[in-house]
Nanobody, 122 residues
Framework: QVHLVESGGGLVQPGGSLRLSCATSGRTFSNYAMGWFRQAPGKEREFVAAVTSIGGGTAYASSVKGRFTIARDNAKNTVYLQLTSLKPEDTAVYYC???????????????WGQGTQVTVSS
């Protein structure tokens, strides 16, 4: 079992930045690829970014590429998502998740956090 807890969400103006964190406990963090997903009201949960178990590879949704950066610190059992140049359409609950392999597909992820709200508004 892997327990994940997200933090760092909040209200930010368009063009602003936030850094989300996802702290994990339980099984060996470095065994898992980690992903971030988001879900806006009335919409499906969608892939945002993912990183391999040792951080050598990443993947991004086209809507966030160049604005968001995923990183992990295996010594701290934590994965991060740096959000920059935020837009109102980035407003959503952001979830981190753990998977056995790097994937952009929601059903490949076995463990999920409870989510953190990001609201982009002036």
């Amino acid at each position: 079992q892997v327990h994940l807890v997200e933090s760092g969400g909040g209200l930010v103006q368009p063009g602003g930045s936030l850094r989300l964190s996802c702290a994990t406990s339980g099984r060996t963090f470095s065994n898992y690829a980690m992903g971030w997903f988001r879900q806006a009201p009335g919409k499906e949960r969608e892939f945002v970014a993912a990183v391999t178990s040792i951080g050598g590879g990443t993947a991004y949704a086209s809507s966030v590429k160049g604005r968001f950066t995923i990183a992990r610190d295996n010594a701290k059992n934590t994965v991060y998502l740096q959000l920059t140049s935020l837009k109102p359409e980035d407003t959503a609950v952001y979830y981190c998740a753990a998977s056995g392999i790097l994937s952009t597909t929601r059903d490949r992820y076995d463990y999920w956090g409870q989510g953190t709200q990001v609201t982009v508004s002036s």
